[in-house]
């Protein structure tokens, strides 16, 4: 089949054909601040800013902590000067609602791998699982999955894995605040988790699933809070694209309201 090309613009874009048109070129340029956004599953953390930087013709638009593709939840969108505020957003700590499967163990350690192996998890009760996640509490190592964005030889690690290659990876230390069960139905258990950035939720479930002997995964994932900034307070993405410019602008966070709660808390 034959690719469609677009040339000089002449072709509209799939956001203007689905959400309409919002106003002149300068306006995208007084966007500054923070947006908070609730991510579908679905599409990239990337993806979410290409939509709305299309959509709103924003000067400037980046993000303040990768969010999976098939995860949910709160997605910090940084917009024009509020760019720079970018490191205060990656580092800050997370706080997510999940799902793990026991029993079933997959080659990313979430529910989108290739299954590696199926077990028998009947015998696991809801104190042994509550026993592993108490364990995990404080700090700990973590050795990144080979299915993610972590770059070796400024290749990532997934493009290698499609590959079929196994490369070695240097642990990270992380930091655990909680992680505790909320729900067990088994051979599922919902759960919260507060760590550091940088940790891998699914392999946290791994472990456990591995520490168990029976496997596990991630089959669901939601990001609830990010540093003082919690999903209650977000935009569902579909929402936000249907708005209008003015709409839009009333839900922007002024860059100095961070600023000034950093000043207090110091």
Known sequence: MNKIRRHNNKLPRPDILQYGKVGPLMQGESLNGVLIIDKP???TSHDV??????????AKVGHGG???????????????????????FIGSDKTYHGVIRLGVTTDSEDAEGKVLSEQDCSRVSASMLRDQMSALVGDIYQTPPMVSAVKIAG??????ARKGQIIERKARLVHIYEFRMLEFTPPTATFVVRCTKGTYVRTLCADIGKNLGCGAHLQALRRTGSGEISVENAIPLNDAMKMDFDALTKHVIPIKSFLQKSLLSS
Do not use: E, N
């Not at 800013?49 to 924003?58: E, G, S």
């Not at 995860?71 to 024009?80: R, Y």
């Not at 290749?155 to 290698?160: A, F, I, S």
């Open 66 to 88: 990768t969010l999976d593709p098939q995860a949910t939840g709160l997605l910090v969108i940084l917009l024009g000067k509020g760019t720079k505020l970018s490191d205060r």
């Open 155 to 160: 290749v990532p690690l997934y493009k290698r």
């Open 49 to 58: 800013v290409a939509m709305l930087r299309k959509r709103f013709r924003a």
């Open 41 to 43: 599953s679905g599409p």
